[in-house]
């Protein structure tokens, strides 16, 4: 069964010639309708977060300015980010799509979620818009769980770092962030010495890919570099950040990741899942809207055991030294920060 929160286009974010366009819901949902799921698919639309919720990982003064900043009619955040007089309510609605997917999965203690909704969220800060991302959808999620006293572990294979994300967690204990991402590349944070603050050391892994790198590659630093960590910290929750823009074919990045790559992804995280119905993904990036397609069929297939065509995972040189290197690094910021490293 796939829970699929959305879709919410939410057709008035939008800015001519932005690569951060409705289109990409559209694109999800032909991947998502490739696989002809019939009854194992369901919709749930949940309401718009409120600010109480937001204010999970969001400053409240934040909040009040970004409401007021649309309500006056929006504009431009940033040199990457723009917001529309109904952008508040777009990303409040993409919140509460991730409400409610994980909700849904709570009572059915059973499934796989897929918020398909947006704006993205992963470069939110806690007072801050950046990265086409206003606010943390995934965050807000991990949060509500870890409220609860579940343990969290957040997959970030979005090709840029989810620094918005890894700064909300930064030291929080019941919170695991792991990210792959390509570097150097924008937003220049999650380099493998960013461990995680003193109330949580250890429980930020970062795993920075040069450009050119495959999937192969990028399953071995993950197996090997934050395998352990995992193993340690015993997570009772899944969520990922589900960014396609690693695909070779997307338009913003290098990394060379295929259709079936995602595939092989969503089987690595599935085995860190403690059981049916607590796994979740939330789209991020992902910009040439082709990929977009194949590859949400590809993982989603792959979670469910309906997997249709999709690329062969791309293979490249074994990568021992890449991942040497960034083990390295990883162990002596742990042992600056006086914390254990699960691999030794």
Known sequence: ?????????ALEHRRAGHPERPERID?????????????DL?????????????????QPAYLQALRAFCEAGGGDLDPDT???AT????????????LAVVEQLKRRSDGVGFVA???PGHHALPGRAMGFCLLNAVAVAAASLAADGERVLVVDWDVHHGNGTQEIFWDHPLVLYVSTHQSPLYPGTGAAGEVGGPGAAGLTVNIPLPPGTTGSVLRRALAEVA???????GPTWVLVSSGFDAHRDDPLANLVLSSGDFALLARW???WTPGPGRLALFLEGGYDLAAVRASVAATVGELLGAPGRHDAPADGPEGSALVDRLASERAAALRRAGAPDPRR
């Open 117 to 119: 909704a947006r704006p």
């Open 27 to 39: 694109a999800v949902m032909a991947g998502l309708g490739d696989l002809h799921l019939g009854e």
């Open 82 to 84: 723009y917001a529309t």
């Open 227 to 233: 395998g352990p960590v995992i193993d340690a910290f």
């Open 1 to 9: 069964m796939l829970i699929v929160g959305g879709p919410l286009a």
């Open 42 to 58: 369901e919709l749930v639309r949940g309401e718009p977060a409120d600010l109480d919720r937001l204010a999970l990982v969001h």
């Open 87 to 98: 952008s508040f309510d777009a990303a409040r609605a993409a919140v509460g799509a991730g």
């Open 269 to 271: 995280v599935a085995g």
